[in-house]
């Protein structure tokens, strides 16, 4: 069989191949008829769209405010304007805030952690909070940042 290293690279390049050629890419007629789809009914997808970005518009407003008035020492949040996400630099470690915020705040984030380029935070899916909620989640976020 030759050396294991060796073998396994091939394993894993066949099975990436069979992946890429297989379940990552659609086949021509499926992508023609999804462009079909939305090109038939494209004042409806446009509404369907606007109603989505004024949805994510708003949370993202909620989130800038509830943002820049909390009581975030130890924290700066990133500049953000559109998307999915918020990004909040610590000074504590990411990984600890984020296990706190879970275990006692029953609050999901995702911790970040690059040092090589300074990077120590959380990131923040304000697309998957309801724009009335958001307060309160920036209010758990500083609590546990002055509790961790």
């Not at 890429?20 to 499926?30: Q, W």
């Not at 998307?83 to 600890?96: I, S, V, Y």
Request: glycine share 6%.
């Amino acid at each position: 069989w030759g050396e294991k290293n060796l073998l396994q690279a091939e394993i894993d390049n066949k099975i990436g191949a069979y992946i890429r050629g297989t379940i990552s890419n659609s086949n021509m007629a499926v992508q023609q008829a999804v462009a079909a789809a939305l090109t038939e009914d494209m004042e409806n997808c446009d509404s369907e769209r606007a109603t989505i970005a004024g949805i994510l518009g708003a949370r993202w407003l909620a989130l800038k405010k509830a943002l820049d008035s909390a009581d975030l020492s130890g924290a700066k949040t990133d500049p953000f304007n559109s998307g999915f996400f918020g990004f909040l630099n610590l000074e504590t470690p990411a990984d600890a805030l984020a296990d706190a915020l879970l275990t006692k705040h029953k609050l999901g984030v995702i911790p970040l952690t690059e040092p090589d380029v300074n990077v120590n935070g959380i990131r923040i899916a304000f697309c998957s909070v309801e724009e009335n909620l958001i307060p309160e989640t920036v209010d758990r976020i500083a609590d546990a940042i002055k509790n961790t």
